[in-house]
């Protein structure tokens, strides 16, 4: 004879997750806290852009290639700046003056060329101004 049981046999499956115990999943292991990504001359070159900009431009692309001569070694960055509003516009054409003249601090590279390559201004209700910005740096031996 069976016994009946008023206890609900799917329980289970609706109970708790929380207090499961489920050991063929390893538990994740905590990352240490001192560790950080390192930072790329890459991120460092957009970081001292938009610094410039006084972070109201938009970073629409970058390429980086490396070169070398006889002498020298380096990179040539080509940035691609966009600028949404007025305040934004105004930010982007204080860069178009400063870039040439600019002092970047970079660790390990001399800034040898600081050009604007190419600028696309449009005026109308929503003004932007699109920035192209070169940079040449060369590895300090």
Not at 88 to 96: K, N, S
């Amino acid at each position: 004879m069976l016994t009946q049981s008023l206890r609900d046999p799917f329980a289970h499956l609706f109970g708790p997750f929380d207090q499961l115990e489920i050991k063929s999943v390893p538990l994740p292991a905590p990352a240490p806290a001192a560790l950080r990504p390192r930072r790329t001359l890459a991120d460092r070159v957009r970081a001292a852009l938009l610094g410039l900009t006084g972070g109201r431009g938009t970073m629409l692309e970058h390429s980086e290639k490396a070169w070398a001569s006889i002498t020298f070694a380096g990179t040539r960055h080509e940035v691609v700046l966009e600028f949404c509003g007025p305040e934004a516009v105004a930010a982007g054409e204080e860069l178009i003056e400063r870039l040439p003249d600019h002092e970047f601090t970079l660790p390990g590279q001399l800034v040898a060329d600081a050009t604007i390559a190419k600028v696309d201004h449009r005026f109308g209700a929503m003004e932007r101004l699109e920035v192209t910005a070169v940079l040449l740096l060369l590895e300090e031996v």
